[in-house]
C-alpha cells in the first residue's frame, strides 16, 4: 500500500477533475489525501477522500491577471501572482509532507512552490496538469495564442519560430519568480520554463483527443490519462423537466476571472430568442448585477453534469472543466477566451468541429447571437467529439500512472 499526498493550487477547476482517479488509487487499496482549497474539504470527504485545506497565506494571494491590460500583461501579472503565491505553497506541502510521512507527491502544476518544495524533497512525484499540453511536438502549435495547426514547409517553418518566441515569452513572465522558488529550495535554475514538463519530473495530463493534438511522438513522461468530468453529488434541479424551449447553460469561471461581460452579454443576446437561458456566475453572482428574467434563469451554481444533457449549446469563457464537461456530453460550445489556457482550448473545440470561438474584442450581443446559432448547427460533430474523447477509464489510467511513482513492492 502506498500512501499519496495530493496538493492542489486553491482553484475549483484543478481539483474536481482529480476525484475519479484518486477515488480509484483507494479503491485499489492505496491512501490518499488532498490538500485543496477549504470550500472543497467537505465535499471531498463526502466523496471519500481524505482531505484538509491549504494555508490560508496560499488563499491571501489573489490572482489579479483579469484586471491586466492585454495579453502580455495579463501572462506577466499571473505569474507574478503564482509565483508570489508559491512562497506559502512550498512550506504548506513542506508543512503536510512532515504530517503524513507520503511514499509519493502529486502536486498542481500552479503550484509553483509545491513542485519546487516536491522535487527537492527525494520523493516520487508528479506535475498534475487538468488542461491541454503546453509541449512542442511534430505538427503542434506554438502553445499561447490559439494558432491553427498547418501543414507543409511553411507550417513547420511557423512553428519552429513560434515556438523559440513563445518560450522566450513565458521565459521572461516565469523564470525570475520561478527560479527564485527553485533556488529557495536548493534546486538549480531552469533555463526555460519548458524544463518543468521534462524528463525525469512526471506529467499526468487530464486530457486527450480531440481535445489534445494527436502526437507521435509524445516523450514517455507524459501520460495522457484522458479528461474525467466530475460534480459534486447534488439534488438534480426540478425546473430542467419542465416543457419549454432548450436550454442554453451560460457560465462564468468557477474561480473568479472578471468574465461578468460574457454573462451580460449572453442575456441581451439571447434574451428574445427561442431558448432557455441557464445563467451560472459563481464567484461573479455577487457583484454582475443579474437577476432571473424572462427566459433567463440566474443561479450562483448549478453541477453542470444535471444540466447539459438538457443543452442545445454552452456558451463559456473557456476554462478547461466546463469544455471538457460540455464535449463529453457531446454539447456544442460557444468559446470566449479571455486569457490563461483559453486560446488553446478554444482552438482545441473549433479543430474538433465541437464549437466556435469567439475573440472577446469581438463580444457583442449580435456576434454572440449568430455564434449560439453556429454552434447549434455542429451538434453532430460534437456527439463525434464525444465519441472520441469518452472511453470511460480515464480514472483507471490515472491511477496506473500515479502508481509507477510508487516502489515497485507496494504498487498492489
Known amino acids: 500500500m502506498s500512501r499519496f499526498l495530493v496538493y492542489v493550487s486553491p482553484a475549483v477547476g484543478h481539483t474536481l477533475p482529480l476525484v475519479p482517479g484518486l477515488l480509484e488509487l483507494q479503491r485499489r487499496g492505496h491512501d490518499v489525501h488532498v490538500v485543496t482549497i477549504p470550500t472543497l474539504v467537505d465535499v471531498l470527504r463526502e466523496a471519500?477522500?481524505?482531505?484538509?485545506?491549504?494555508?490560508?497565506?496560499?488563499?491571501?494571494?489573489?490572482?489579479?491577471?483579469?484586471?491586466?491590460?492585454?495579453?502580455?500583461?495579463?501572462?506577466?501579472?499571473?505569474?507574478?501572482?503564482?509565483?508570489?503565491?508559491?512562497?506559502?505553497?512550498?512550506?504548506?506541502?513542506?508543512?503536510?509532507?512532515?504530517?503524513?510521512?507520503?511514499?509519493?507527491?502529486?502536486?498542481?502544476?500552479?503550484?509553483?512552490?509545491?513542485?519546487?518544495?516536491?522535487?527537492?524533497?527525494?520523493l516520487p512525484w508528479a506535475n498534475l496538469l487538468p488542461t491541454v499540453l503546453p509541449l512542442k511536438g511534430a505538427g503542434i502549435p506554438a502553445y499561447g495564442p490559439g494558432f491553427a495547426p498547418m501543414g507543409g514547409p511553411l507550417g513547420w517553418l511557423r512553428d519552429q519560430v513560434m515556438w523559440k518566441v513563445m518560450e522566450k515569452v513565458f521565459g521572461k513572465a516565469m523564470l525570475p519568480g520561478l527560479n527564485e522558488l527553485r533556488t529557495e529550495a536548493g534546486?538549480?535554475?531552469?533555463?526555460?520554463?519548458?524544463?518543468?514538463?521534462?524528463?525525469?519530473?512526471?506529467?499526468?495530463?487530464?486530457?486527450?483527443?480531440?481535445?489534445?493534438?494527436?502526437?507521435?511522438?509524445?516523450?514517455?513522461?507524459?501520460?495522457?490519462?484522458?479528461?474525467?468530468p466530475w460534480d459534486p453529488p447534488a439534488e438534480r434541479p426540478a425546473y430542467l423537466d419542465e416543457p419549454g424551449d432548450p436550454w442554453v447553460l451560460v457560465t462564468c469561471s468557477t474561480d473568479y476571472q472578471g468574465d461578468e461581460d460574457l454573462a451580460r452579454t449572453?442575456?441581451?443576446?439571447?434574451?428574445?430568442?427561442?431558448?432557455?437561458?441557464?445563467?451560472?456566475?459563481?464567484?461573479?453572482?455577487?457583484?454582475?448585477?443579474?437577476?432571473s428574467t424572462g427566459n433567463v434563469r440566474v443561479e450562483r451554481f448549478v453541477p453542470h453534469g444535471a444540466v447539459l444533457p438538457h443543452c442545445a449549446a454552452v456558451?463559456?469563457?473557456?476554462?478547461?472543466?466546463?469544455?471538457?464537461?460540455?464535449?463529453a456530453a457531446g454539447v456544442p460550445?460557444?468559446?470566449?477566451?479571455?486569457?490563461?489556457?483559453?486560446?488553446?482550448?478554444?482552438?482545441?473545440?473549433?479543430?474538433?468541429?465541437?464549437?466556435?470561438?469567439?475573440?472577446?474584442?469581438?463580444?457583442s450581443p449580435e456576434r454572440l447571437r449568430a455564434a449560439v446559432a453556429e454552434a447549434r448547427a455542429l451538434t453532430d460533430g460534437a456527439r463525434r467529439a464525444a465519441a472520441r474523447l469518452v472511453d470511460g477509464h480515464g480514472h483507471e489510467r490515472f491511477a496506473d500512472a500515479a502508481l509507477r511513482l510508487a516502489p515497485a513492492t507496494i504498487r498492489g
Open 187 to 228: 534546486l538549480p535554475a531552469y533555463t526555460s520554463p519548458m524544463q518543468q514538463f521534462e524528463p525525469p519530473i512526471t506529467v499526468i495530463a487530464m486530457t486527450a483527443e480531440p481535445l489534445e493534438y494527436p502526437r507521435t511522438d509524445l516523450p514517455a513522461n507524459v501520460h495522457l490519462v484522458g479528461t474525467q
Open 48 to 122: 471519500g477522500l481524505d482531505a484538509s485545506p491549504v494555508a490560508e497565506s496560499v488563499i491571501d494571494v489573489p490572482i489579479t491577471d483579469y484586471l491586466a491590460d492585454g495579453d502580455a500583461d495579463r501572462l506577466r501579472s499571473g505569474q507574478t501572482d503564482l509565483m508570489e503565491r508559491g512562497k506559502y505553497d512550498g512550506p504548506d506541502l513542506a508543512r503536510a509532507i512532515d504530517e503524513h510521512g507520503p511514499d509519493a507527491l502529486l502536486v498542481d502544476v500552479n503550484a509553483y512552490g509545491a513542485k519546487s518544495v516536491a522535487e527537492a524533497s527525494g
Open 266 to 291: 449572453a442575456v441581451e443576446a439571447l434574451r428574445d430568442e427561442p431558448v432557455r437561458v441557464l445563467l451560472t456566475l459563481a464567484e461573479a453572482y455577487d457583484g454582475a448585477g443579474l437577476a
Open 315 to 327: 456558451v463559456c469563457h473557456g476554462g478547461f472543466g466546463i469544455v471538457s464537461k460540455a464535449m
Open 333 to 363: 460550445a460557444v468559446v470566449v477566451p479571455f486569457g490563461r489556457d483559453q486560446p488553446e482550448i478554444a482552438r482545441r473545440v473549433t479543430e474538433a468541429g465541437a464549437g466556435v470561438s469567439v475573440r472577446p474584442r469581438d463580444l
